[in-house]
């Protein structure tokens, strides 16, 4: 704050031309220009530093914004003496670490190999690294002095660290978005929308041939997602209503009752649920639609479908498994939003009530859950968007559902069929290639719907129930 | 009266009943893993922990009953590694960015887009995958476009592969894909840690007269410490638990460590895909494994949950010492 006015003076003084010959012979421009040309250099160099690493051709480039670079970088060191009458040494120092990389890039050859290492490095490689790593400095240094070297400007002269990885990040995020929908959408027709895929033999024709019955079968094919889309449909209509009372029962009982010992156990296991693997909760899937198998229970388990003659036993699991175990994933998430909700109750609410004559219970039913309704409602949201969007839990147990859908048949999902279509059988990968990005679109929309839905409700509901912003 | 101890009433005991029910599901998840993975130990023996060799179909010479899980181990410590290295400054810088240095409205538009993003699954990223691929490692790393009498030319190239990266499978990919699956996953955690932080202690900086970064350096993210370790710990376990994308990404199995060892550009399975490949049969549309197949699916299923509980547990102990070194 109190470098201002030094800084002002001596501006002055260098104006009435009582300089030191030589810093004044070197004074090419005047006031912040120089900082604002190191500046748009510096970001020049962040900016092709970052393009670099998607387009290796940029790298051509790079030597000379380098040498801009460690030029002006040099002018700032004098121009930065030449107003403030301090040497910063970090800009020469910074002007020679530019100098080595470009003589670092001119010595490397463009591919670049060894370190026992099966690859081919790029030249770009090695000069992004050198343009960020040496940019972003400059870039600090630059917006420092152009700000007038006060201590705001030294707020000011960190931004550039914290934004670069954020719009770094927001880039990747928009840019492989955009080549989804780029992909996906010109082979989203109504025609895969409308009808399931099936690829089936169907037996058709019974010839009795010298005294022996023959059939010939007759093959059926279709092509189309709409078993998927039904199905991630009622995936996630049956894990809401599995885990909604029971993540809503242990919310609550995590925030009212949960003092004791088998408190800390919920809230422990709530906790573990969220951390474990995926991968666990899908083998547990495989074991629960394995566990009735030779028993009147199977079809429960494992789902059946219609073969032509009478029903028979899928190698898989059924919807309801499915969802149970999804539900695993579902719980903690409603739990935890619920308990958030109950905590975020004023106390004078809860007070104004018991102290009405209202009982425990009245005042849970009447005032506690209607506060956390909101939370309630986005958690249940943003489980639907789970459950639609897993793979890991139906990887063992899923099929394509060319026999229909319902909750005791074979489960499958969009999601697992983006994952079947690279995985499963030739032929299936063959008819429905095309169409893996159209299923990618559909499920990113789907997913992505529900968690803007679940935003702007839990707000517009907040706003409306509690009368708070 | 909030949070008391429990006591009898109908309501209270409809919210125990269900209570009772993810509490027993938990447990019969853990112990149905443990169960089944019983043969991997008695039958293979510890070799299974201490042995490098994963003998299958695909690797060569197939010697059945060789199930050494040490690349998988050092897959999963790999793969957590560079999915870390990435996610961890962009999640922080978001979380800084949106809480302390937002310009205008745009904190607020980040906060509601990692809200969104956060709601991708993973098959989406997986799906992503190729894209990353052919746009970022294939010609930054794997010598795409060149040809193969100039590749062969090149001095120090151990072996020599079409397209270089085999399979088009490496580590790199997959932890690139899985930083961006965690990225909107830890940075809404950070964010709320660093919106924990006192604002007594902030303006005590400020009034100071410390600048806003030195007040975020020395006060504000020491003291959000506790809650940064808890979120850093949550996006691991979300990485070595995902098995989607390594699947996709980094392929089934691995027989041996890499050479060097740290060689992120090959292909060394994780844990989770591991375990999927041997269940599944390691190949498209074959039918699931049974017997010592099997069980050893599930112990790599066991090794994870054992390595989840020592990570929470090891990040509770951090948050501990955190915790004290700011309150003494």
């Known amino acids: 704050m109190n470098m201002q006015p030094i800084e002002e003076a001596s501006a002055g003084r260098l104006k009435s031309k009582q300089d030191k010959p030589i810093v004044y012979s070197l004074r090419l421009v005047s006031g912040k220009a120089t900082s604002a040309v190191s500046l748009v250099v510096a970001l020049g160099a962040v900016l092709s530093g970052c393009l670099m690493l998607v387009r290796n051709t940029l790298e051509i480039y790079s030597l000379p914004i380098l040498v801009g670079l460690c030029v002006i970088l040099q002018f700032l060191f004098v121009d930065v003496f030449r107003q403030h009458r301090s040497w910063d040494y970090k800009i020469a120092v910074l002007s020679l670490v530019v100098f080595a990389g470009m003589l670092f890039l001119h010595a490397l050859p463009e591919d670049v190999t060894g370190w026992q290492i099966n690859g081919v490095f790029h030249r770009s490689l090695f000069a992004s690294l050198v343009l960020v790593s040496s940019g972003l400095p400059a870039l600090s240094i630059s917006l420092f002095y152009l700000w007038g070297a006060t201590p705001q400007a030294d707020d000011i002269s960190h931004y550039p660290l914290v934004l670069l990885p954020v719009l770094f990040a927001l880039a990747v995020y928009v840019g492989l978005i955009a080549q989804l929908l780029v992909k996906g959408i010109p082979n989203l027709d109504w025609g895969i929308l409308s009808k399931p895929y099936f690829n089936y033999d169907w037996p058709l024709k019974i010839t009795v041939d010298d005294g022996w019955p023959t059939w010939t079968a007759e093959r059926h094919s279709q092509l189309g997602i709409l078993n998927h889309l039904k199905g991630t449909g009622l995936l996630m209509l049956l894990t809401s209503l599995i885990s909604l009372p029971i993540g809503a029962g242990a919310g609550i009982f995590l925030s009212e009752y949960s003092r004791g010992v088998f408190g800390g156990i919920a809230r422990f296991t709530i906790t573990a649920l969220r951390a474990i693997s995926t991968f666990i909760l899908g083998l547990t899937a495989l074991s629960l639609a394995q566990s009735m198998d030779n028993t009147p229970l199977a079809g429960i388990f494992r789902g059946t479908f219609f073969n032509g003659w009478g029903t028979s036993v899928s190698t898989g699991g059924s919807f309801l498994v499915a969802s149970l175990i999804l539900s695993l994933l579902v719980i903690p998430v409603i739990a935890r939003s619920t308990e958030e909700g109950c905590r975020s109750l004023p106390p004078e609410l809860r007070e104004g009530s018991l102290a009405l004559g209202a009982s425990d219970q009245t005042t849970l039913f009447r005032i506690v859950l209607p506060w956390a309704f909101p939370n309630l409602l986005t958690a249940v949201l943003l489980g639907c968007a789970e459950a639609g969007g897993s793979v890991a839990i139906l990887m063992f147990i899923a099929g394509r559902g060319d026999y229909g859908v319902g909750p005791l048949s074979q489960v499958t999902s969009l999601a697992y069929l983006i994952f079947d279509i690279w995985y499963g059988e030739k032929s299936f990968r063959g008819a429905m290639l095309p169409y893996q990005f159209s299923a990618g679109v559909l499920l990113l929309l789907l997913t992505m719907s529900l968690g803007i839905a679940a935003l702007f409700l839990k707000r517009w509901l907040i706003k409306r129930h509690r009368g708070e912003g | ?328």
């Not at chain 2, 990223?125 to 190729?130: G, M, P």
């Not at chain 2, 850093?232 to 995902?242: A, F, H, P, V, Y």
């Not at chain 2, 494994?289 to 054992?306: I, K, N």
Request: glycine residues 10%.
């Open chain 2, 1 to 328: 009266m909030a949070n008391h101890r429990f006591h009898w009433t109908p309501a209270s005991l409809v919210a125990l009943i269900l209570t009772l029910v993810p509490v027993g599901l938990f447990l019969a998840v853990v112990v149905n893993v443990a169960v089944v993975s019983l043969p991997a130990i008695s039958q293979v023996g510890l070799r299974v922990l201490f042995s490098t060799k994963f003998s299958n179909v695909f690797s060569g010479t197939y010697n059945p009953g060789e199930y050494g899980l040490v690349p998988a181990l050092w897959g999963t410590l790999l793969v957590a590694c560079v999915a870390l290295l990435l996610a961890f400054p962009m999640a922080l810088a978001m979380a800084v960015f949106v809480s302390e240095f937002s310009i205008g409205g745009l904190g607020h538009v980040i906060e509601g887009l990692l809200a969104v993003f956060a709601g991708i699954p993973p098959i989406i990223y997986a799906l992503l995958s190729i894209f990353v691929l052919t746009v970022f490692i294939r010609p930054e790393f794997a010598g795409d476009g060149l040809s193969e009498e100039f590749i062969k030319s090149l001095p120090g190239l151990p072996r020599w592969s079409p397209g270089m990266l085999p399979n088009n499978l490496s580590t790199l990919l997959g932890g690139i894909m899985l930083s961006l699956l965690i990225v909107p996953f830890m940075a809404p955690l950070i964010l709320d840690a660093i919106r924990n932080v006192p604002a007594g202690l902030k303006e005590a900086s400020l009034a100071l007269g410390a600048t806003r970064w030195f007040t975020l350096r020395h006060v504000t993210l020491p003291t959000a410490g506790s809650g940064i370790v808890a979120a850093l710990s949550l996006g691991i376990l979300k990485t070595i638990g995902d098995v989607v994308i390594s699947a996709w990404t980094i392929g089934y199995v691995k027989n041996g460590l890499p050479v060097p060892l740290w060689n992120i550009l090959e292909a060394v399975a994780p844990l989770t895909s591991t375990g999927a490949g041997i269940l599944s049969g390691l190949q498209p549309g074959a039918t699931l494994s049974v017997g010592l197949d099997r069980a050893v699916a599930y112990f790599t299923a066991l090794l994870l949950l054992v390595l989840a509980f020592a990570i929470l547990g090891a990040a509770n102990l951090l948050q501990w010492v955190i915790r004290r070194r700011l309150n003494s």
